[in-house]
C-alpha cells in the first residue's frame, strides 16, 4: 500500500484530503506544521506528497527540499491559495511535480494521485 502525506495548516482542508484519499484506499499520514511533516518523511518515507505551501511554522519550499533530499523520487503535489507565477516556478524548480491552486480541484487532485500511483505500482512490480 502507497503511503500518502498530507501537510496542510487549515484543519477542515487537512481533513478533508485524508478521508478523500483514505477511501481511495492509501495509508494516509497527516502533518498541521512543517515540522511534523519533516519527522514524518523521515519516519514513514511517503511515496506522495501532497503539500501547502505556505504553513504557520515552516515554509512549504523548505519542507519540499527536504522531502527531495530524503527521497528525489517523491513525487510532491504543491496546493497552494496564492497565485504567484514566482512560487510556482521555485516549487518546480525544487522538484514538485504538479502545482495546483486552491480551492481544490478535487478531481484533478485524484486524477494526478492515482497517475503517480499507477507508475510507482508499475515500477515497483517491474523491480520484483
Known amino acids: 500500500m502507497l503511503k500518502l502525506l498530507v501537510v496542510e495548516d487549515q484543519k477542515t482542508i487537512l481533513e478533508e484530503l485524508v478521508e478523500v484519499l483514505e477511501k481511495q484506499g492509501y495509508a494516509v499520514f497527516k502533518a498541521p506544521t512543517g515540522k511534523e511533516a519533516i519527522a514524518l518523511?523521515?519516519?514513514q518515507k511517503p511515496q506522495i506528497?501532497?503539500?501547502?505551501?505556505?504553513?504557520?511554522?515552516?515554509?512549504?519550499?523548505n519542507v519540499l527540499k527536504e522531502a527531495k533530499t530524503v527521497n528525489p523520487k517523491t513525487c510532491v503535489i504543491v496546493l497552494t491559495g496564492f497565485?504567484?507565477?514566482?512560487?510556482?516556478?521555485?516549487?518546480?524548480?525544487?522538484?514538485a511535480d504538479y502545482f495546483l491552486r486552491k480551492p481544490i480541484p478535487w478531481t484533478m487532485l485524484k486524477?494526478?494521485?492515482?497517475?503517480?500511483?499507477?507508475?510507482?505500482?508499475?515500477?515497483?512490480?517491474?523491480q520484483s
Open 83 to 95: 497565485d504567484v507565477e514566482s512560487t510556482k516556478e521555485k516549487a518546480l524548480a525544487l522538484g
Open 41 to 43: 518523511i523521515h519516519e
Open 49 to 61: 506528497i501532497i503539500l501547502d505551501l505556505y504553513l504557520d511554522d515552516i515554509s512549504g519550499l
Open 111 to 126: 486524477e494526478y494521485v492515482a497517475e503517480v500511483s499507477k507508475g510507482i505500482m508499475e515500477k515497483n512490480n517491474g
